[in-house]
């Protein structure tokens, strides 16, 4: 056993060395992720019960898991799957849904969990989306934005929106995000360096 836990190290150091720079820890991200799912906890403490809690597969996957356990309140939890990074780097501009949620969200107050927010595209077409199948509110959590690259202005009629920290305009990966669905294991958010995708 001790044995295969060394042989795990090599492999992780390769991934570090195509990071160009850390841009938040691991303790960063849990202390902004405590804080975000208390100030959720306070702004929904009133609503009816539960919150649905819908995650962006796959990106989201290690930030609804931390978030969900800092919310105080009842949540279900759902994912949906979006498919827009058809070419691995840049939004399509026109998203599809793959797989919707399950959970009947009708009445109910959704909060979608997003690891970044780019062009905007993706979390456009979810709010139309999830408001659409009746939802009460539908409300966004974001991890990181990149305001440098928006180019659709995310309409939030009846929700809140919350963002983690605001991102440099640069690729990122770590803490669920990926390129080519790599890095995602990454126990922290870094730069990317180019020469790994260009
Ligand atoms: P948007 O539709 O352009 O806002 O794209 C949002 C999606 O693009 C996110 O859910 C991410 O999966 C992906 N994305 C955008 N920027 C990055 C990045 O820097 N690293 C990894 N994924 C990214």
């Keep these: ?10 492999k992780r150091m390769e991934m570090d060395e195509h990071i160009q720079g850390i841009l938040w820890t691991e303790k960063e991200i849990a202390d902004r992720v ?17 919150l649905v809690i819908i995650g962006v597969a796959t990106g989201a996957f290690l930030f609804l898991a931390d978030i969900v356990r800092k919310i105080t309140l009842p949540v279900m939890v759902d994912f949906i799957k979006v498919s827009s990074y058809g070419s691995g780097m840049e939004s399509n501009g026109s998203p599809q849904i793959c797989n919707d949620v399950k959970i009947d969200i009708k009445d109910k107050h959704v909060i979608v969990i997003e690891d970044i927010v780019d062009t905007g595209h993706t979390l456009s077409c979810l709010i139309s989306h999830l408001e659409e199948k009746g939802a009460s509110s539908v409300s966004v959590c974001t991890l990181l934005d990149k305001p440098a690259r928006r180019t659709v202005v995310m309409k ?6 919350y963002r983690g920290f605001e991102c440099p ?10 390129y080519a669905e790599l890095y995602r294991n990454l126990p922290y958010i870094g730069i990317l360096k180019p020469e790994i995708y260009e």
């Excluded at 056993?1 to 090599?10: F, I, K, R, V």
């Excluded at 799912?37 to 009133?46: E, L, R």
């Excluded at 939030?156 to 929106?161: A, M, Q, S």
């Design 34 to 50: 405590a804080e975000l799912g208390s100030d959720i906890s306070k702004d929904f403490q009133d609503c009816s019960p539960p």
């Design 1 to 10: 056993m001790g044995s295969e836990h060394h042989l795990a190290e090599p």
């Design 156 to 161: 939030i009629h009846r929700g809140k929106f």
């Design 169 to 178: 305009d640069n690729f990122v990966v770590g803490y669920g995000m990926d």
